[in-house]
């Protein structure tokens, strides 16, 4: 059994692919503005043996590793040795790849050259795209990306027909319109510049009023998701608040909260609005109560009154929509 630590949860885990026959990696691979020194081949050595352990295994790997090759450094180094930054990374990346052969280090499949991703990447914003980067790329291109965007969220791909329409609504759509595009059990929207996709949820029938007494972790079938807390000091959510009756509570209508100690009390509404929270997630958030305060509110922030001290044992809420 292979275990990994977890860098998001910051635990061992026990290594469960998404696919059980192929397990697909992404590392993170040179910047090609000078020769690879023998630190950085660590790094890649321990990549390697990881996908010959997967493969060991009976896993086939898929291994895409990204290249650096426009930055600044390596506009400066071509400039100095008086040759196109094309010259000089096409050069550094064939002496990397020469001695990944001699270190007998297995070349990746796929070895994306930043340079030519550039539109792509300038697309993408917070994990979202953009939909003024979305039109300045061409029309297949635009198509791409799109797809790759619906894929690594797990959502069906929709066939030509369906996609070039979603494609078509994205961009033509009123920056003030609400448009709303059905995939299966996902929902494709435009807010504010940006693509969001989220799975369709049912607004809970029974108002969410779930207590909390230091567990790590709240499973919240209503809002379909868990809350996490983490234990940390000096941050977070002062322990002492548990003494005072902490409750998990949809939103309701109403609620304020004050971020800022010499601040007043805030309308959640504004908040959410200057927090650019999409109307439609507004309603499937838990909010964090002390008594009948609150105190937390996922993607807007913590109540100052509520924050630990310097060296307070504390505890960092964090919201996992399913």
């Excluded at 026990?14 to 397990?23: A, G, M, S, T, Y």
Aim: charged share 30%; net charge positive; aromatic share 8%.
């Amino acid at each position: 059994m292979l275990r990994l630590f977890n860098s998001l949860g910051k635990k061992m885990e026990d290594f469960q692919p998404v696919n059980e026959r192929v397990v697909n990696i992404f590392t993170c691979g040179p910047s090609i503005y000078q020769r690879a020194h023998i630190g950085n081949f660590r790094t890649f050595l321990f990549e390697d043996i990881l996908v010959r352990y997967l493969e060991y295994g009976g896993w086939r790997v898929a291994r895409g590793m990204n290249v650096t090759d426009i930055e600044d450094k390596a506009i400066q180094e071509a400039d100095k040795s008086g040759i196109t930054v094309k010259e000089l990374t096409d050069e550094n990346l064939d002496g990397f790849l020469r001695e990944m052969r001699l270190l007998r280090i297995k070349i990746p499949d796929y070895l994306p050259r930043a340079s030519a991703c550039v539109d792509e990447a300038a697309a993408m914003v917070g994990g979202r795209l953009a939909v003024a980067g979305l039109a300045r790329l061409s029309d297949p291109r635009a198509r791409n990306l799109l797809r790759f965007h619906l894929a690594r969220r797990a959502v069906p791909v929709p066939d030509a027909r369906e996609l070039t329409e979603l494609l078509r609504q994205l961009l033509e759509a009123r920056k003030d319109g609400r448009l709303e595009f059905r995939l299966g059990a996902w929902r494709v929207r435009r807010y504010r510049g940006e693509i969001w996709i989220d799975r369709a949820r049912a607004t809970p029938r029974t108002p969410l009023d779930v207590p909390w007494t230091g567990e790590a972790a709240l499973d919240l079938p209503a809002l379909s998701g868990t809350l996490r807390f983490g234990a940390c000091s000096g941050a977070g959510l002062s322990a002492r608040v548990i003494g005072e009756g902490v409750r998990v509570r949809a939103r309701r209508g109403g609620e304020r909260l004050r971020l800022h100690e010499s601040g007043p009390r805030r309308a959640l509404k504004d908040l959410f609005q200057e927090a650019g929270v999409p109307p439609w997630r507004r309603e499937e958030l838990p909010l964090v109560f002390a008594g009948d305060t609150l105190a937390w509110v996922p993607g807007v922030g913590m109540a100052w009154e509520f924050r630990a001290g310097p060296d307070e044992a504390g505890f960092q809420p964090v919201w996992e929509p399913h």
